[in-house]
């Protein structure tokens, strides 16, 4: 019970411990929509706290900056509290179809003190027009439902958080991208739904260790009885686990390490509570059906505004052959350069960033034939969302502009070949009757396709309620494709 309390804080709101391998300095920023943002990297400041006054009775605020604000302080609390609503519509218009969606929203947050915090933010939207195309939006990665000519979903994320400059204590629903990047974590990426946790990290001089343990939901049911009534709600228990450790001899390099595991169809496995084992070696004892992802990288800040970095991921090797091109060499590679500078406006509190990145995956890469252990979170992956047997090089400019405005724009080139490229597929079926220590995969194995992405997009914020922003994505694999977005968010 004392392992389970020892985790960390949040992914919404304030901020991490220092070096927090959950908060990558590096992410990208572009999105079609406000609610595509990934919010928990929104970096809000901490609530201030009620002022330092002798016995202050509470105060209930409404309709100040904030639908409601409650502050109170005594000798021994001091508590803060904020509550807003939001709403937004989005439009996109493509060639052929054309959707809307329309959402309410709440969010809460609270301070305690100077340690302790918390959060909560729901919202509730429809989809309405071409609600084949609808279904296609990022926005819909888990369950939603079809009633009459509209398409409903909803989505929750919280956390209950502790935490100093030295240590951090979580319990929420979330998600998170370890690793920097612009075009998706080859470790463990953030587009998915969210998902319950447990979540731990510390820090001892120049090291820090950090703990995850979430609950994930499986890509499929069992069929257990032959009634759709049962059976279509009967989803095998699934988890998650990552444990990472981090080295930083100089302010400006860092070093970390760590696995990750996917497991289920059982309880909740406490040998993944333990930051300092060898899971592999543990994975091992367990009669080896569990899902374990190795993997290191670093980051080094050449000067104060240029990063290098650079991560490796090994699912699976033989190190006899790990230079050949044997099925089982699963890994993938990334790394890019990010450089931040000031333009236009000097005055402006961001600086703008350009970044490149390259990533690389063998075939096969997340693949699993279990389940339960399968590399994914309710249907899609935790690893690279763009697949694998594949080369992506992208690019991002991010560019704060006067007149409270900005300006995003990424480019990408992604090389694939068909072979081993979903994260569904099953080997077992691709290798059926071949000894699997002969089966070999090459890099753009099956048919290749060739796909090039340029996405922009502007904001405005012309009061703080008030948010607009319009996009334009062009895809091109044969033909060019183009989507035109709008939106707007109002909040109080």
């Not at 296609?136 to 989505?155: A, F, H, P, R």
């Not at 470790?187 to 343990?213: M, P, R």
């Not at 693949?367 to 991002?396: A, F, Q, V, W």
Request: proline content about 4%; overall charge negative.
């Amino acid at each position: 019970m004392i392992a389970l309390l020892f985790m960390v804080l949040p992914v919404l709101g304030l901020p991490l411990i220092d070096g927090s391998a959950f908060l990558p300095g590096i992410d990208s920023r572009l999105s079609t929509g406000f609610l595509q943002e990934p919010d928990a990297y929104a970096a809000d400041n901490p609530l201030p706290l009620p002022a330092d006054l002798p016995l202050t009775q509470g105060k209930l605020k409404v309709f100040r900056r904030a639908l409601a604000t409650y502050t109170y302080r005594d000798s021994a609390l001091a508590f803060a509290s904020e509550m807003n609503v939001f709403t937004g519509y989005e439009q996109m218009l493509a060639e052929d179809d054309n959707y809307g969606f329309q959402y309410t929203g709440l969010r809460f947050r609270g301070r305690l003190n100077r340690n302790f915090s918390m959060q909560c933010r729901f919202w509730s939207g429809e989809f309405f027009g071409d609600l084949d195309a609808a279904a296609g939006s990022e926005l819909i990665d888990s369950w939603y439902k079809t009633q009459e000519s509209i398409l409903i979903l909803d989505n929750l994320s919280a956390d209950m958080t502790w935490r100093s400059r030295k240590l951090g204590l979580s319990l929420g629903r979330g998600k998170f991208q370890v690793g920097n990047s612009i075009s998706g974590s080859i470790i463990l990426s953030d587009q998915v739904n969210d998902y319950g946790y447990l979540l731990a990290e510390g820090k001892l001089g120049k090291f820090s260790i950090s703990l995850l343990h979430g609950s994930l939901v499986p890509d499929s049911t069992s069929v257990e009885t032959g009634f759709p009534s049962f059976d279509t709600h009967n989803y095998p228990d699934k988890y998650v686990a990552l444990h990472q450790l981090s080295y930083s001899p100089t302010d400006r390099l860092t070093l970390f390490g760590g696995e990750t595991i996917v497991y289920g169809n059982r309880s909740l496995d406490v040998n993944y509570l333990l930051p300092v084992a060898f899971w592999r070696i543990t994975e091992h004892n367990l009669r080896d059906r569990d899902d374990v992802l190795i993997y290191v990288g670093s980051t080094f800040e050449t000067t104060r505004n240029t990063t290098l970095y650079f991560q490796i991921a090994l699912d699976e090797m033989s190190p006899e052959r790990f230079f050949s091109n044997w099925w089982g060499n699963k890994y993938a590679l990334q790394g890019g350069l990010s450089k931040g500078f000031r333009l236009l406006d000097p005055s402006l509190a961001e600086p703008a960033r350009l970044t490149f990145e390259a990533t690389a995956v063998r075939p096969w890469t997340y693949t699993h034939y279990m389940n339960t252990s399968m590399y994914s979170h309710d249907g899609r992956t935790l690893g690279y969302t763009k697949g694998s047997n594949l080369l992506d090089l992208s690019t991002e400019l991010n560019l704060p502009l006067p007149l409270r405005l900005s300006f995003d724009a990424g480019f990408s080139f992604c090389r694939q070949g068909s072979y081993g490229s979903d994260w569904r597929e099953s080997y077992l079926n691709a290798y059926a009757g071949q000894a699997s220590t002969d089966a070999t995969a090459d890099w753009f194995q099956g048919d290749i396709t060739n796909t090039i992405s340029v996405l922009g997009a502007i904001s405005y914020q012309p009061f703080d309620c008030l948010r607009i922003k319009g996009g334009l994505k062009s895809t091109k694999i044969e033909d060019w494709k183009h989507e035109l977005s709008l939106s707007f968010q109002f909040s109080y």
